[in-house]
């Protein structure tokens, strides 16, 4: 079949961008200027290098400044040693001014140490605060890129875990992690002082540390995979919130307080558990690290105290010695804390990489044609497609006309909803093809071929939003009349009039202080203000009562015309929009033709519709008009639509000018 006359553009040759995403949407803040390093056989940190080095002039500085905080403060001792030495001769003497001069110095090496140190904790503050921004945007960034298939299989509350708790974790330690690093410069600086002083001194005060050392390793290796379940079970302790947050309507109609509480406490009694089990090993092991640094201070007293009184060493140096020996201890009694810290951010490092490192499966392919115009000829070629291995379509072959709309029926499972998740490409096909005005849908660009092919599900999502920029999601740039006409459209905008403050009315999370008609009807005209040119409708109206059907149905009869539209359909009125119906069973298209064509010649197509209708009669409206029970033919429905809306029962018509495309 030849494919009728389209516009299509080459992603890789269009002179000026085509616009295929909400005209008005500004950003207020920068995307990351860089990206972790995807070699996945690096460290965790030295995947974080990149980010890093964006930021490298204040963390240069910072660094800097907390190096010459440091060797400021490492130089006051050997000044304070000095001084106590200047004493005696000023006292027997009168000379005062090498005193003077020290105190002097002294209080130099303070005062720049304090302003270094105040100045290069805020710019590494600032560094490891604005990668934790950029690590944070970056997640969000990949996880809008992958498919369904992706979302599918993992909790919301694990995906919220990794983007807060473990992106905490590591800027915690990457703030706290230069302040040790300037420690082990501290201690190098203090060990050769030392060593000029008394060798054999300085030994006895480093007598306890290659067991502090040992010690230390062996605590690394203990807390890691403690900190790895801490990090996990508190993603387990979000999962079951969030669930019984969202599902409270279900968890009150069964009356199942009792057990999501139970829930939780399981759940965070195992988080406790992993917490515990963490203290006390650092409960065992920090002090123990901490305090044998004690034993080689005693000694240096003792055997510093001896030297002194056989006048081998100044009291002054002994004093400065075991002021320095606090620079020599001071990594090793926060060594416990930081590698606590470190084993943490590497755990939550891990998982977040388990994301990042997942590579999308829908990709634009390497130059994508933009689908503009799309005159919206649809043609499924054989296709196959299953969810975990579980087959759902089995060669599934059918064609759309452009302009023609199409009902595809089947009994629950038959896979119609996946034919229109697989038309968007939500999902990738396992076999067999999928085109658009005779181009494989792979070839276009994801984003064109999302603008133009717009979908109204059987339970549209609702942000917390007003009612205005709910139906105005697509085009947030619209007018407010041109949003209450869409409205008027989809019958709602009587009962948006009813709210406290109109359109500027804030829905409930996911809508839920709205009925599930109401919700219907403000998805509806969503779908009715973009004005797509590929229309797919989910049993779109499954929650609204029939005479308020009737009224919709004739605004998307108008809206339908000369628009290739999809119908997934489960009552007979919304079968009567269609002009032609498909026949889904066991993953195939099994018959064709019109409802009337299919009542009289398939047999299987009137079982279909009987399960549907007695399913249909057993399940509440949503809605509180009275409802119709009794199903209808194609022409006593449109019969009945004109005697609701006072218009010819026709499909055809003028539709209301929605703007949009």
């Known amino acids: 079949m030849n494919a009728p006359a389209s516009t299509f553009a080459d992603a890789s040759t269009a002179d000026n961008p085509i616009q295929f995403e909400p005209v008005d949407v500004v950003a207020r803040f920068e995307n990351p200027r860089a990206d972790i390093d995807r070699d996945t056989s690096r460290g965790w940190l030295t995947r974080l290098v990149p980010i890093l080095l964006v930021n490298r002039w204040p963390f240069v500085i910072g660094i800097t400044l907390t190096v010459v905080s440091m060797v400021s403060g490492v130089a006051v001792p050997a000044v ?3 001084l106590i030495d200047a004493i005696g001769p000023a006292i027997t003497d009168g000379t005062v001014a090498a005193l003077y001069w020290l105190m002097l110095i002294l209080g130099a090496l303070g005062l720049v140490s304090f302003v270094a140190s105040f100045f290069g904790r805020y710019l ?4 490891s605060n604005q990668l934790e921004a950029d690590l944070r945007s970056i997640i969000y960034n990949h996880l809008v890129t992958l498919s369904f298939a992706f979302y599918d299989k993992i909790q919301t509350g694990q995906v919220i875990s990794r983007a807060n708790s473990d992106i905490r974790a590591i800027q915690m330690f990457l703030m706290m992690a230069p302040m040790m690093l300037t420690s082990v410069f501290s201690f190098v600086f203090a060990f050769a002082y030392m060593l000029t002083v008394n060798v054999s001194l300085t030994l006895a005060a480093m007598i306890s540390m290659p067991v502090v050392y040992w010690l230390s390793m062996r605590l690394r290796r203990m807390i890691f995979p403690l900190s790895w379940l801490v990090q996990a079970r508190t993603a387990d302790v979000a999962v079951v919130v969030d669930e019984n947050i969202n599902g409270q309507r279900v968890v009150k109609s069964f009356a199942q307080e009792a057990n999501q509480v139970n829930l939780l406490a399981v759940a965070a009694h195992k ?3 992993a917490q515990i089990k963490s203290i006390d090993i650092n409960a065992i092991y920090s002090p123990v690290i901490e305090n044998l ?4 201070q005693v000694l240096v007293w003792v055997y510093g105290g001896y030297l002194v009184i056989e006048g081998e060493l100044a009291l002054g140096s002994l004093v400065a010695f075991n002021m320095y020996i606090m620079l020599v201890q001071m990594p090793f009694r926060f060594l416990g804390f930081l590698l606590q810290m470190e084993q943490r951010a590497r755990a939550s490092a891990g998982r977040i990489y388990e994301i990042l490192d997942r590579t999308p499966d829908i990709v634009d392919s390497g130059s994508p044609t933009h689908l503009i115009n799309p005159a919206g000829l649809i043609e499924f070629r054989d296709v196959h497609f299953a969810y975990d291995d579980e087959p759902v379509l089995k060669g599934a072959t059918f064609t759309v006309e452009p302009g023609e709309t199409v009902a595809v029926v089947g009994r629950t499972g038959s896979g119609k909803s996946t034919i229109v998740r697989l038309l968007s490409r939500f999902y990738e096909v396992d076999a067999g093809t999928i085109h658009i005005d005779g181009v494989d849908i792979r070839d276009l660009s994801t984003k064109s071929l999302h603008f133009h092919v717009g979908q109204v599900l059987d339970e549209p999502f609702l942000f917390s939003e007003s009612v205005r920029k709910n139906i105005a999601y697509g085009r947030p740039d619209a007018s407010i009349e041109e949003v209450m006409t869409a409205a008027r459209a989809a019958q709602a905008h009587d009962f948006i009039m009813d709210m406290r403050d109109g359109y500027d009315t804030v829905v409930g999370e996911r809508g839920y202080t709205l009925s599930g008609g109401q919700r219907q009807r403000i998805g509806i005209a969503r ?5 797509p040119p590929i229309l797919v ?18 605004s998307l009869l108008r809206l339908m015309q000369d628009r290739t539209t999809m119908v997934i359909a489960h009552r007979m009125s919304t079968i009567s929009l269609a002009q032609r119906v498909l026949l889904l069973e066991d993953g195939k298209i099994i018959a064709t033709g019109t409802h009337q064509e299919l009542m009289a ?3 299987r197509y009137a079982d279909v519709l009987d399960q549907q209708v007695r399913a249909h009669q057993a399940e509440p409206v949503l809605e509180n008009d009275d409802a119709q029970a009794a199903e209808e033919t194609d022409a006593e429905y449109r019969a009945r639509i004109a005697s609701v809306t006072g218009s010819a029962p026709s499909p055809g018509g003028s539709g209301p000018d929605m703007g949009g495309r």
């Not at 640094?293 to 080689?296: E, K």
């Not at 779908?527 to 004005?531: I, P």
């Open 80 to 82: 304070t040693g000095k």
């Open 124 to 127: 590494m503050s600032k560094v």
């Open 271 to 273: 988080l406790q558990w």
């Open 293 to 296: 640094t004690a034993i080689g």
């Open 527 to 531: 779908s009715l203000l973009l004005n």
């Open 537 to 554: 409708l989910d049993d779109a109206t499954s929650a609204i009562d029939v005479n308020v059907e009737a009224a919709i149905h004739e």
């Open 601 to 603: 010649n398939e047999p």
